[in-house]
C-alpha cells in the first residue's frame, strides 16, 4: 500500500513538473492562427487573410483582466460554462510576425482551444446602384460622424445574444451589411441588410471593418471667392476681394455655421489707396443638392463701412462625383450678389 501511494506521488510530481516546465515554443496550430505557450502564459498570432477570429479556451481559469491586446486589434471576453471566450477583429494594420495577444494564466499546459471560429470575408461588396438610399456609416451608434471606442463599447455588450434576450439589439445585428457604394464609400460598410437574429462574429467582422472610420460627407468644407464689384456702399470706387467660408458639416447636406472673411484694396474719392479686412458670420445658408448642383444662399452684413447693410449673396456650381458618392473637391463656380442679380467673382471649395 505504501509502495502504491508512494509510486502515485512520484506520478503527480511528475506531472506538476511538466505543466510548469513548460517549453517556450510548445503550441497549438491552426490554418488562420497560432496558440504558442511559454512558461508565463500564452500568445496568440494571426494569419493574413482572415477578417474576425473567436476562439473558446477551458483546462484552466483565465482571469479576463489577463487577456492583454499587444497590437491595435478589437477584442471582446467573456467567462462561459464552455470556458473562456475571446472574439477579437480588426487586422487592418496588423503585424502578423508578431502576437495580438498575451494571455497570462498558472499553467498554459492544461490550457487547450476547444471551439474557434473564423470569418475569412466579412459581409458583401457588390457595389450596386442605390439611387433613393443614401449611404450609412454602419456602426455609427452615437450617431457623431465617427465609428470609435464609444461605439465599441455599445457593441460589445451585445456580442453573443440572439433575439429574445434582454441584450439582443437589432442595431448591433449587422453582419448582412454590405459594401454597395463606389469611390469615398467604397472601403466602408454602408447598406444594411437584415438582422438574422444573432449578433455573432460576422456582426463582430463588419464592426471592426467600419471601425476607425468616419463618414466621408463629415469634416470642414472651405469655400474661397474672389470678388470684384463696384459698390455702392463704399462710394463710387471699385473693390477687389479674397473671401472664405467655412461650414462644418455632420452629412453631405453641409448644414452648420459659416463665416466668411474678406480683404479689399480700393481707392477712395482722392485715389488714396486703402485696404480694409473683414470676417462675418453668414446667417440663412441653405444648401440644395439639385442634380449635383450645390447652391448656397447667404445674407452678408457690411462690416466694412458699418452701414448696417445687409447684401443677398449666392454661390453657385457643379459638384464632382465619385462612383455614387458626392466626392470632398468642389470645382469652381460663381459668387452672384442677388440685390440686383449680378456676378460678382467667382470660387472654389474642398472638404478637410
Known sequence: MKKSLMILTVFSMIVLFLASCVEANSSQDYNSFRLVKHLDG?????????????ITLSGEHIDLENII??????????????????????????????????????????????????ILSAGKASF??????????????????????SDFASFAPAYGFSAGSAEYDAKYD?????????????????????????????????????????NPYLGTWTFTGAIDYESSSFGQINATGNGTATIESQNYNLTGNATMSFEADYEDESGNPLHSEMTTTINNVSFD??????????????????????YDVRLRGALKTDGNAVYAEVPS????????ERKIGSWSGSKQ
Open 128 to 149: 450596386s446602384t442605390q439611387d433613393s438610399v443614401s449611404p450609412e456609416l454602419i456602426g455609427d451608434y452615437n450617431g457623431d460622424g465617427y465609428i470609435t471606442l
Open 69 to 118: 491586446p499587444l497590437q491595435d486589434v478589437l477584442v471582446i471576453t467573456r467567462q462561459g460554462h464552455r470556458g473562456t471566450n475571446i472574439a477579437l477583429s480588426k487586422f487592418r494594420d496588423l503585424d502578423f510576425s508578431e502576437p495580438v495577444i498575451s494571455i497570462s494564466c498558472k499553467n498554459s499546459y492544461f490550457v487547450s482551444i476547444t471551439e474557434y471560429d473564423v
Open 289 to 310: 443638392f439639385d442634380n449635383l448642383v450645390m447652391t448656397m444662399d447667404a445674407t452678408v452684413y457690411d462690416d466694412f463701412t458699418g452701414s448696417g447693410n445687409t
Open 42 to 54: 500564452l500568445d496568440l498570432y494571426i494569419s493574413r487573410g482572415i477578417d474576425a477570429l473567436e
Open 174 to 214: 449587422i453582419g448582412t451589411s454590405e459594401k454597395q457604394y463606389l469611390g469615398i464609400w467604397q472601403k466602408i460598410f454602408s447598406f444594411p441588410g437584415l438582422p438574422d437574429g444573432s449578433i455573432t462574429l460576422s456582426d463582430f467582422a463588419v464592426f471592426a471593418n467600419n471601425y476607425g472610420f468616419a
Open 333 to 340: 463656380g460663381d459668387i452672384s450678389l442677388l440685390n440686383p
